[in-house]
Each structure stands twice: as structure tokens, then as C-alpha cells.
């Protein structure tokens, strides 16, 4: 039987993050996917309700870029997405002309508010402290 290291259990433990990731978002793609929506979709849907909680008010992009696992493109695409759905809506920063604004419509409001509990319940189950 190998000795673990220093080394081998910061690996594992890495690795057992990763899996519960995985694992994690597997599961709230599952529980989500009746409503058309993924983690990702969930994930760019939590951060927008945080950032803009009343209805009309906005978030950049730019401001999502960081607090997402996606590439700026990818997070493009599934904007754009979201939007086809009318989940969401775009429209240009007037100040900055680079700049886009993006805000939850009001189905997009009534569909978050209708799947928050579920995907909380799986964070709740996924990550619970083992019983001990």
C-alpha cells in the first residue's frame, strides 16, 4: 500500500472537488432540463436576478465574465440564447458603445423564481456535510 503524501492528498482532494462538481451540475442540468434550462442557463439567470432584483434594472455583461464558468463567448451564446427564449434582454451601454447591458424580462423572473428551489434542493443534497 502506497504512503500518501502531502502531495497525493492535496491531489485527491482536488480531484474529489472536481467530482462533485461534475456531479453537481449534472444533477441540476437533469432537474432543470423540463423547465429548457442547464446549469450554465440557471447559473447566468441567479447572477442576474442578484445583480438586477428589481424588474428593469440591468447588469453588464462584463460584470458576469468573472462569476461564470464560461468563456466570453460561450457567455455570449447562451445570452443570445436566453434572450431568443425571452428570458433576458440586450441592449447597448449608451455611455460605453462597447459595453452591453443585459436584464431578466419578466418571464424570465417567473421562471427563476420557479426553479430556485430546485436547484438549491440539489445543492442542499450534493453538498451536505456527511452525518458524523
Known sequence: MAVKTADTRLEQRWRDILTLHAHTTCE??????????????????????????QQGDQCRVQNLVGRVHLSQ???????????????VERSVCAEDRRGVWV??????????????PLQRAVLERMLAEPAG
Open 28 to 53: 441540476i442540468d437533469r432537474v432543470l432540463h423540463p423547465y429548457g434550462l442547464g446549469a450554465s442557463d440557471f447559473e447566468v439567470l441567479d447572477l442576474l436576478a442578484t445583480e438586477s432584483p
Open 73 to 87: 463567448s460561450a457567455l455570449s451564446r447562451l445570452i443570445g440564447r436566453l434572450e431568443k427564449e425571452g428570458l
Open 103 to 116: 436584464a431578466l424580462t419578466l418571464k424570465g423572473r417567473d421562471l427563476y423564481a420557479e426553479v430556485l
